[in-house]
């Protein structure tokens, strides 16, 4: 054990009966400093090439076939109403139905 170690050591030990406890004294800390940032310069005027990102020309659109097309819309409706007759109907019988049961 060095007396480096002693010393620090002597700082923990339990004084002897009667005798003052030793003080350390704390470190001076260093006085902080703002350093600021380097200087920097500005780069010159146009040292970035120009950049000319060409686009892509648009897509053709596919051809519409107009009589598909109203063709199937006739479809559609021709369902549409045919749901709609039926849910109709039905509607009818039930109305039907109540209003026999409250009568009879």
């Known amino acids: 054990m060095t007396n480096a170690d002693r010393a620090d050591d002597a700082y923990w030990r339990r ?12 470190a001076a800390a260093p006085e902080p400093r703002y350093e600021p940032p380097p200087p920097s310069t500005p780069p010159p005027p ?23 097309l109203d063709e199937e819309e006739r479809a559609a409706r021709t369902i ?25």
């Open 46 to 68: 146009g040292w970035r090439p120009q950049e000319v990102v060409p686009t892509a020309p648009p897509r053709e659109m596919p051809v519409q076939q107009h009589a598909a």
């Open 80 to 104: 549409t109403y045919g749901v709609g007759l039926v849910a109709g109907a039905v509607v009818l019988v039930l109305i039907i139905v109540v209003c026999a049961r409250l009568v009879g």
């Open 15 to 26: 004084p002897p009966n009667g005798a003052a406890v030793p003080r350390r004294e704390p």
